[in-house]
């Protein structure tokens, strides 16, 4: 298991660490005790939470309503709660 994600009942909790406006979307690896991600989006009028939620739900294979920001919604360090998450999900978020 990682230290970045944790199983709570029928839901998967990922601490990240966003990098917005960036070249483009990734996940580039860990940062400290989080994923750390790079969007494209802005971080403005909450652009790079949506773009987040939408990436992540892409690389689970969740619908993207499955997934929200559940703290942090104006920080880079941000707590994401996915419902329905695969047992993979671990291995499909830090897949190129």
Known sequence: MVDWA???GGLLVIRVHVQPAAKRNEVAGTY???LKVR???PPVDGRANAALCDFIARRL???GSAVAVSSGHTSRRKLLSVVGAPDD?????LAG
Do not use: N, P, Q, W
């Not at 999900?89 to 978020?93: G, Q």
């Open 6 to 8: 944790r199983r709570s």
């Open 32 to 34: 400290g005790d989080a």
């Open 39 to 41: 969007l494209t989006a």
């Open 61 to 63: 294979g969740v619908a």
């Open 89 to 93: 999900s671990e291995a499909r978020l």
